[in-house]
């Protein structure tokens, strides 16, 4: 498969399931029963950021050591980490709808860390899966072309996440649409 080929499907995919991620959150009317409590669902949700951004920053030290095998595989970790946290994070908002965060003074520096953690989401997904294919298909000068822009977008996205999650467990006052 040609790089130009790569790069438009993992884009195409990369979209398809964006489009399908603001459907549930935002335009959904269906709901289903919580899997677990909302506190613990965001938590365990920061968890798995947590541990994808953990697993980048091991397979970021390894892929500068030169061992190939191990930043592999901490790289395979990240994305089954990011992969668990998608299905969490839709099955979250299939039951509980998009969160509301009413703090009167911290409001706009929430919503400033919300946005840009959800843009550079948007951003980052296509990367992320591009990268991956790329490296997982063995075109390796390609895959070094998207590495280190991918590395930093997954990194900001994982860590923003985490912080999210912070913010509303600290200074929340929970209302859920």
Do not use: C
Request: no cysteine; hydrophobic share 55%; charged share 10%.
């Amino acid at each position: 498969m040609s790089t130009k080929k790569i790069l438009l499907t993992m884009t195409s995919v990369a979209l398809l399931a964006e489009i399908f991620l603001v459907f549930i959150i935002y335009l959904n009317p269906y709901k289903i029963s919580p899997i677990l409590p909302a506190e613990l669902h965001s938590s365990f949700n920061a968890t798995l950021n947590g541990l994808s951004l953990i697993s980048l920053l091991i397979a970021f030290y390894f892929i500068k050591k030169k061992e190939i095998f191990k930043h592999k595989f901490f790289i395979h970790m990240a994305m089954f980490y990011s992969a668990l946290f998608l299905i969490s994070y839709i099955l979250y908002h299939l039951s509980l709808g998009h969160f509301v965060f009413n703090h009167p003074t911290l409001r706009p520096y929430y919503l400033l860390l919300l946005v840009s953690h959800l843009v550079m989401s948007f951003v980052a997904l296509p990367m992320i899966f591009i990268t991956y294919t790329l490296g997982l298909l063995g075109k390796v000068q390609d895959h070094k072309k998207f590495a280190m822009t991918t590395f930093l977008l997954w990194s900001y996205v994982s860590f923003t996440g985490v912080l999210v999650v912070l913010f509303i467990k600290l200074f929340h006052q929970q209302i859920y649409l």
